[in-house]
């Protein structure tokens, strides 16, 4: 019997090579291989399966624990489980700590002026913002399992934080009100990033693409960019509003002077905000200029984070509030940190655990909330000056940590004359880092559908709001993911000459139509969402076929052969429609032939007793099985 190679290249066991499953699928007969099925299994073990392949990736939780011989050694790995600190602190060396505190040194003279300007972004006194980068990094340290991160508020969280709490309390008339809303925000977030994390539902970030982060990422950019000309030109009355129509009017009505561009050096790139500062404040200190017009700081508290557990709202109508809020700006900075994570990982060939991630990061910002800080998660710009320094380990983020502890304590009085307007600099040199220009036209080029879920969430974020360019972001992404669940791709295949591979006619021009024989691929899935779409398709595809090998004085056309091979799963629905067709068919004197079926549908489609309407010849290991099996004179003419 000749080999034949289904589509795709797929050994005929239907294994991987080699496999040492490949008889639990295809068995071998007397006369060749032919389809098979899978061990029956009971419920339990179906419903175990099914669990370990949504939540664990088919992999056994317990599995690292029942290969532990004591009790004690399995307490110590789930400490070691928890608290990765445990485990890869055991091999901390002196040569990792230079690059650490190098790094921690580095990404602290940036993240301390950063700070202050995020908190303004948000509406919050500076000092928490010095705050959330001395309490949230150390907790990430212990529990977190990149080596990259570096901990901090960002500018996308902090704009988007600041744009909900302000519809709630005015920041100015209630401050008090306003902080604590926003450590009820914190709270939540932290709470539903750890129940994500420890539930593992982390697959729910996936359902914002990476073209509607990129363009949700991009608006918030120019957003944010934006909202810093209040400082930087010194206007008085500015909008509260997002969108950029709000805020050019404001510009245009209010604007009475600019400020110089500071040139970007690079390799003080890490650095320069902080010189800037010192030496913006120094020169209005020594000029007064705060008493002609320039808005400074003014007065940053001084002291390490006070505890806020008491101002949590966890009653009231502001508790639920304090939850919505929470619940979007953690996802949304869920998303952005463990899209950072993954980058650094692969560059540096590590594995990054997203569900640890994701605890790390809700255990960080609960801490946080009873700290006097607010969300916080790992930036890409800190991130990756972090990763140019030479950081070995996550506790680059402790020297970062202390270093804002000792400016806390001992420095905060001499930011009173620093300067608004080098604030909003250095906000609007790190946001422009967002814009991601490189990414964009990549998924114009490789994409189209794609790009119009990056530039729906980009001028959502730009003309309305950070909500609404949100909503858009996340409402393409979901539909784009119902299209194509619901209109799955199919193809007509032909053969390539003078062998038994049988290829997509729209990809390979070489291949040929097997005369009297219509050979359909399904490319997805059949549910009951695009089961009639399916089936209305085959039915097109039938009918052009005919039309065309009419044409051509084809004979006339006998098989119609379903290549099931990347059909993963079906379900009833599915199956009826296969009924129908099976029925349409014989209607007009067609048999309908089912190539290469994966276990899981075969399984159903026995248990559906459809093998036996079908008929067990009707259902063939390959294409070139069945092909030659029921059309040899047609094979034999190609």
Do not use: W
């Given at each position: 019997m000749p080999r034949a190679v289904s589509d795709g290249g797929e050994n005929l066991n239907g294994s991987d090579v080699g496999g040492s499953r490949a008889l639990s699928h295809y068995s071998m007969d007397s006369t060749g291989y032919s389809v098979s099925f899978l061990p029956k299994k009971s419920l339990l073990e179906e419903f175990s399966s099914a669990l370990k392949d949504m939540f664990f990736a088919g992999d056994d939780p317990l599995r690292q624990y029942k290969e532990q011989p004591s009790w004690s050694k399995r307490v110590w790995l789930s400490l070691q489980h928890v608290f990765l600190v445990l485990e890869w602190g055991r091999h901390y060396t002196l040569?990792?700590?230079?690059?650490?505190?190098?790094?921690?040194?580095?990404?602290?003279?940036?993240?301390?002026?950063?700070?202050?300007?995020?908190?303004?972004?948000?509406?919050?006194?500076?000092?928490?913002?010095?705050?959330?980068?001395?309490?949230?990094?150390?907790?990430?340290?212990?529990?977190?399992?990149?080596?990259?991160?570096?901990?901090?508020?960002?500018?996308?969280?902090?704009?988007?934080?600041?744009?909900?709490?302000?519809?709630?309390?005015?920041?100015?008339?209630?401050?008090?009100?306003?902080?604590?809303l926003a450590f009820t925000a914190t709270f939540f977030a932290g709470i539903t990033q750890a129940a994500l994390g420890f539930f593992r539902l982390g697959f729910i970030i996936e359902f914002l693409s990476h073209a509607a982060i990129v363009g949700f990422m991009a608006g918030a950019a120019i957003t944010i960019a934006l909202q810093q000309l209040k400082g930087f030109l010194g206007v008085r009355k500015f909008t509260t509003n997002t969108d950029i129509v709000s805020v050019m009017k404001s510009i245009f009505k209010s604007a009475h002077h600019g400020g110089k561009k500071k040139k970007k050096l690079f390799w003080m790139s890490a650095t320069s905000p902080l010189i800037s500062v010192i030496i913006s404040t120094f020169f209005v200190y020594i000029t007064r200029a705060d008493k002609h017009g320039v808005a400074v700081v003014k007065n940053i508290e001084k002291g390490i984070n006070p505890p806020s557990a008491s101002r949590i709202y966890f009653s009231g109508p502001f508790l639920l509030k304090g939850f919505k809020i929470g619940v979007v700006a953690g996802l949304i900075a869920l998303t952005e940190v463990i899209a950072i994570g993954r980058t650094f990982a692969a560059m540096k060939d590590y594995q990054l655990d997203g569900n640890k991630e994701m605890v790390a990061l809700g255990t960080m910002n609960v801490v946080a909330s009873l700290t006097s800080c607010y969300i916080t998660t790992g930036g890409f710009g800190r991130s990756a000056v972090n990763c140019a320094a030479g950081c070995k380990t996550a506790a680059s983020n402790i020297i970062m940590s202390i270093v804002v502890l000792l400016t806390l304590l001992f420095i905060t009085p001499l930011f009173k004359y620093t300067p608004n307007a080098i604030l909003s600099s250095i906000i609007i040199s790190a946001v422009l880092g967002l814009i991601d220009y490189k990414a964009s036209y990549l998924i114009w080029k490789v994409d189209k559908l794609d790009f119009l879920a990056c530039l729906g969430a980009f001028l959502g974020v730009v003309f309305s709001s950070v909500e609404y360019g949100l909503l858009i972001a996340v409402s393409i992404s979901i539909a784009k993911i119902l299209i194509q669940a619901t209109r799955p791709k199919t193809a007509l295949l032909g053969n390539l000459p003078r062998t038994a591979i049988y290829k997509k006619i729209e990809q390979y021009q070489e291949v040929t139509t097997v005369p009297g024989v219509v050979i359909v691929q399904v490319d997805s899935a059949i549910y009951f969402t695009n089961s009639n779409y399916v089936k209305e398709r085959i039915l097109r595809w039938l009918e052009e076929e005919e039309e065309r090998q009419r044409q051509q004085k084809f004979p006339q056309i006998e098989f119609l052969i379903v290549a099931l091979s990347a059909v993963v799963d079906i379900d009833t629905s599915g199956i009826l429609a296969l009924e129908e067709l099976l029925r349409a068919f014989e209607k007009r004197k067609i048999q309908l032939v089912l190539a290469d079926p994966g276990p899981t549908v075969i399984q159903k489609l026995r248990a559906a007793k459809f093998t036996e309407l079908i008929g067990d010849d009707k259902i063939s290991l390959t294409i070139g099985d069945a092909v030659k099996k029921f059309a040899p004179k047609a094979v034999d003419s190609v």
């Open positions: 040569s990792k700590f230079k690059g650490d505190f190098i790094a921690g040194l580095t990404i602290a003279s940036l993240c301390i002026p950063q700070d202050i300007g995020y908190s303004k972004l948000a509406n919050l006194p500076p000092e928490i913002g010095l705050y959330s980068s001395f309490v949230p990094p150390l907790i990430y340290t212990l529990m977190g399992s990149s080596r990259d991160l570096a901990i901090g508020p960002v500018a996308v969280v902090s704009l988007l934080l600041g744009s909900q709490l302000q519809n709630e309390f005015d920041p100015k008339t209630h401050p008090l009100e306003y902080r604590r």
